[in-house]
C-alpha cells in the first residue's frame, strides 16, 4: 500500500470521515473506549484507548467492522489515514455530507465499552492464593 496522499488536517482531526464512490458509501468513525461516566466525572477516561469503526454499504448489503483498541489517539489517526488512502486510491471520494451511521455507531461503541467492563479482571495480590509445595 502507498501512502503518498496527505488528507487535509481537518480530515485527519475529523471525528468521522465520509468517503463515496457511485452507489457506495463508506464512514469511518474515531471513537474512544473509555468510560463516558468517568469522564464526566474525572473531566478525562482512565482507559485512554481508540477504536475505529467503519460502515459501508455497497448497493444493498451493509458492512460493520472494527479495528483496534489503538493505545493512543496517534495510532488511531494514522491507521484511519491508512484506509483513507487506500480507499482513495480504489476511486472514493472524500464526501461532505452528513454521516448517516452516527446512532448506530454510538450503539457499537457502548457495546465495546460494556464488553470491556464485564471482562475487567481482578489482579489483586492476596498471600493466601499462593500454594506452596514443600514436602
Known amino acids: 500500500m502507498r501512502l503518498d496522499f496527505n488528507p487535509s488536517q481537518a480530515v485527519i482531526q475529523a471525528g468521522v470521515v465520509v468517503l463515496t464512490q457511485g ?3 463508506t464512514e469511518l468513525y474515531l471513537k474512544t ?3 463516558l461516566s468517568e469522564q464526566r466525572d474525572l473531566n478525562e477516561s482512565s482507559d485512554k484507548s481508540y477504536t475505529l469503526i467503519a460502515f459501508s454499504r455497497v448497493a444493498d448489503s451493509e458492512r460493520i467492522a472494527r479495528q483496534g483498541p489503538y493505545t493512543t489517539r496517534a495510532q488511531a489517526v494514522a491507521a484511519r489515514t491508512a484506509i483513507i488512502n487506500e480507499l482513495l486510491r480504489l476511486g472514493y471520494e472524500v464526501a461532505e455530507s452528513q454521516p448517516l451511521w452516527e446512532l448506530k455507531a454510538q450503539q457499537e461503541i457502548s457495546r465495546i465499552r460494556q464488553t470491556k ?12 492464593d499462593v500454594f506452596f509445595d514443600f514436602p
Request: hydrophobic share 15%; proline share 6%; glycine share 16%.
Open 23 to 25: 452507489d457506495a458509501r
Open 33 to 35: 473506549c473509555g468510560d
Open 117 to 128: 467492563s464485564q471482562s475487567g479482571g481482578n489482579y489483586a495480590f492476596d498471600p493466601k
